[in-house]
């Protein structure tokens, strides 16, 4: 019978903060050095640790399930208990889109030219005090 | 009903690219997100022309807004992926998605 251990992800909690902060400040860097895609590509995996951890607070467990272990940001964001609050709030929905649109397109089509506008779009996406989507997920993390 | 929604969500396209005679769109490609979240759609609009010379996030916040307005009745409907390429950028993101 399969124990509850091998139905977990490996990672905890803090080590999905850890990777966070990590992220961040490769993100931040670089953002400095100019290199936009890079930093998009960074952007989207910053959303989904925050939607993991947020996952974690809001089904108060330290280990998610093997179910979590996608790249699926819309999944992430349904089961976070936030997906009501993003709904409804129509900027703050339109910032989720944003970051996955140039994310995936940054996955997806190589070769994608990633201006330092569009990284700029999209940092805008995650930081506007108001309605940036990291923003608005710094109260659950 | 789920088609019915992807069909009234390509209608509200088609109504958004009259506004532009520019635009030719060559391909528009909608479907529920893969995550499987209900009634949340992904959105990719091709242009054979009239893309080119239209700033991509300019173009996709335009028409972000404007289906926003044209399906303000289905409130449920959620558009979380929302692309807007040129047939040679949509060349290139399909040769690596598919």
Redesign the interface.
């Known amino acids: 019978m399969a124990t509850l251990e091998s139905k977990l992800i490996k990672q905890d909690v803090a080590t999905l903060h850890q990777a966070f902060q990590l992220q961040k400040r490769e993100y931040d860097a670089l953002r400095s050095a100019g290199e936009w895609a890079g930093a998009v590509l960074h952007a989207g995996v910053l959303l989904e640790l925050a939607l993991k951890i947020a996952i974690c607070k809001h089904l108060d467990i330290t280990r998610l399930p093997l179910a979590f272990k996608v790249h699926?940001?819309?999944?992430l964001?349904?089961c976070s208990g936030l997906?009501n609050a993003f709904?409804n709030n129509?900027k703050l929905?339109?910032n989720?889109?944003?970051v996955?649109?140039r994310w995936?397109?940054e996955l997806?089509?190589?070769?994608?030219v990633i201006t330092e506008?569009?990284s700029n779009?999209v940092h805008e996406a995650l930081f506007d005090q108001s309605s940036g989507v990291l923003t608005f997920l710094s109260s659950f993390l | 009903m789920k088609q019915k929604l992807v069909e009234k969500i390509k209608q509200a396209i088609y109504e958004w690219a009259k506004q532009y005679p520019q635009v030719e769109l060559a391909e528009i490609d909608v479907y529920p997100s893969p995550s499987g979240v209900p009634d949340v759609f992904h959105v990719i609009v091709v242009a054979a022309k009239g893309f080119e010379s239209w700033d991509q996030a300019d173009r996709e916040d335009d028409l972000y807004w404007f289906l926003q307005k044209q399906l303000d009745d289905s409130n449920d409907i959620g558009i979380s992926l929302l692309l807007t390429l040129t047939e040679e950028e949509s060349d290139k993101y399909e040769q690596v998605t598919y």
Do not use: V
Request: overall charge positive; proline content about 0%.
């Open positions: 699926e940001l819309d999944f964001l349904y997906w709904f129509k929905y339109r989720f889109g944003i996955q649109a995936t397109m997806r089509y190589q070769g994608a506008k569009k779009e």
